[in-house]
């Protein structure tokens, strides 16, 4: 994608998603329709859903040749990267939207030829936008997001990761995540996977841990990281697939080698 169009493409972007923000925080306090999807904790809200049509109307009206992945239903069935991808969730933190009405994010990522081009992740209650163009650094608001430490102490960070790691699982070792966490110098759980890699990439964490996320949990974030130096991957280490869901791993690179390889295994 060129700068020009990149740059258009940005604009527009945030201005839809602006008046999408305005739109849900003068309704917060109406009374919320509340569904549940695979279980009791996986919710979803007319507000989740008509936040996505309100995209999804925008971008087929004005690019019609661009494609959307995002989770309510109303995006493209891909089975490829190609072309101009929109990969959104209109509210990531939808347990937070409804219980705590707020710590919850826009995320818009636009991908081309599946390079990842522009990263929106919109606190919308605190007003607070993070967004990044490729090779043009990130922005919290309009200041620019200083590069991350070039090296910390995995005993001086601070991780993102809910308790489920904690919890025998199929991934890791539920011991080696007990030793992780004693071993760093703090560990947080937000319930908002975007404002996780928010913070990751403002530096005000060093890395976030999650065993299975969507393509448009993470399509905004790895730009916006990405653009400060950060880096994500499953908890492999190999890339994340932006068209089938991954566990994910995004840091500060100073530490990854060391959380894969030191905890993030099964033991036999
Ligand atoms: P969501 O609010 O858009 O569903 C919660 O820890 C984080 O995990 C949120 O970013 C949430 O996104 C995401 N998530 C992914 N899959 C989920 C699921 N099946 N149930 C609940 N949260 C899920
Ligand atoms: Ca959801
Ligand atoms: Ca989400
Ligand atoms: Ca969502």
Redesign the pocket.
């Known amino acids: 994608m060129n700068n020009e169009l990149r740059n258009i493409h940005y604009l527009q972007a945030k201005e839809w998603i602006f008046e999408a923000g305005r739109t849900i925080r003068k309704k917060i306090n109406d009374p919320m329709v509340v569904d549940t ?3 009791a ?3 979803v809200t007319t507000m ?1 859903k008509n936040t996505e049509y309100f995209f999804a109307e925008k971008i087929r009206k004005t690019y019609p040749d661009h494609f959307l992945l995002s ?1 309510e239903g109303y995006g493209d069935d891909l089975d490829s990267m190609d072309g101009t991808v929109w990969i959104i ?1 209109p ?7 409804v219980h705590q009405r707020r710590n ?1 994010a826009i995320s818009v990522g636009i991908y081309h030829q599946g390079v990842g081009e522009i990263g929106f992740i919109y606190d919308v209650m605190s007003d607070v936008l993070y967004s990044a163009k490729r090779n043009n650094g990130a922005f919290k608001n309009d200041e620019k997001l200083e590069p991350l430490k070039k090296h910390i102490n995995l005993d001086e960070s601070i991780i993102g990761l ?1 308790h489920y790691w904690l919890c025998n699982n199929h991934l890791v070792d539920e011991m080696e995540m007990q030793k992780l966490v004693r071993k760093v110098r703090g560990t947080r ?1 937000y ?4 404002l996780e890699f928010a913070f990751v990439a403002e530096g005000i964490m060093d890395g976030y841990l ?1 065993m ?3 393509p ?2 993470v399509a905004a974030g790895i730009i916006i990281v990405n653009e400060v130096g950060g880096i994500t991957t499953n908890i492999s280490g190999d890339p994340v697939n932006m068209l089938t869901t991954n566990s994910v791993l995004t840091c500060n690179p100073s530490i990854k080698n060391t959380i894969i390889n030191d905890y993030l295994y099964k033991k036999k």
């Not at 509210?91 to 939207?97: L, P, R």
């Not at 319930?191 to 975007?194: F, I, Q």
């Open positions: 999807k695979s279980s904790k996986d919710l989740d989770e969730d509210i990531d933190g939808t347990m937070n939207f919850f809910n759980t319930g908002s996977a975007a999650t299975s996320l969507a448009w949990d």
